[in-house]
Each structure stands twice: as structure tokens, then as C-alpha cells.
């Protein structure tokens, strides 16, 4: 009904840079949030940063300052640019979409299946 699909990972030396890319497609009436959560190995889940339909953002503390989230509302698809990138920036990056599918209804969460990116040098 609703996919998440990432892009733009891959392996990338430390102080380089990266953009993700997250679309949502299928059945979607509206879009409240869309944002990038991360998981390195051992750990967690955590909060990468997470940009509303009306453009407020909101960045991890570990992440202000490299981190850029924006979107394209009119392609469902937020992006995530990664600067400076640190060797415990590592991990797999996950996008999640908060929307509802249809006037009226439940709003879901929907989350991709994620997209590795590798900092070493």
C-alpha cells in the first residue's frame, strides 16, 4: 500500500559527504513527517533528524551542523545531506514516513528498509 525506499549510501572517507534520498509512494492522502533515523552495530535505533510537511526540522545533538534534512513535498521524498562525516557516523540509515493513507484515517508510520553508510578511511 505505502513503500519507503532510501537510496544514496555507500562507503565514504572520514570529512567526506553523502546524500540519502527517501521517497514514499502508494496510497498516501497526506504526509505530516517524514524523517532519518540510524542503527549502528550493537546499538539502538536512534534519531537522525525528522522535517514536518511545514518545513520545521529537528536534528540529534550528535548530528547539528553536518546534517541537513529538507524535502520536496510534491515528490514525497526528503532528503538528508551528510557533511563531515565521522568514522561513528556508521550505520545503517533508516527513513520513516508519518502519514495518513486516506481522509480521516489512522495515521501510520511506514519505515524503508534502510541504506548503509560506511565511514573508513
Known amino acids: 500500500q505505502v513503500q519507503v525506499v532510501e537510496s544514496g549510501g555507500g562507503l565514504v572517507q572520514p570529512g567526506g559527504s553523502l546524500r540519502l534520498s527517501c521517497a514514499a509512494s502508494?496510497?498516501?492522502?497526506?504526509?505530516?513527517?517524514m524523517g532519518w533515523y540510524r542503527q549502528a552495530p550493537g546499538k539502538q535505533r536512534e534519531l537522525v533528524a525528522t522535517i514536518t510537511s511545514g518545513g520545521t526540522s529537528n536534528y540529534a545533538d550528535s548530528v547539528k551542523g553536518r546534517f541537513t534534512i529538507s524535502k520536496d513535498n510534491a515528490r514525497n521524498t526528503v532528503y538528508l545531506q551528510i557533511d563531515s562525516l565521522k568514522l561513528e557516523d556508521t550505520a545503517v540509515y533508516y527513513c520513516?514516513?508519518?502519514?495518513?493513507?486516506?481522509?480521516?484515517?489512522?495515521?501510520?508510520?511506514?519505515w524503508g528498509q534502510g541504506t548503509q553508510v560506511t565511514v573508513s578511511s
Open positions: 502508494g496510497r498516501i492522502f497526506n504526509i505530516y513527517a
Open positions: 520513516k514516513a508519518d502519514l495518513q493513507m486516506r481522509i480521516g484515517g489512522t495515521r501510520y508510520d511506514f
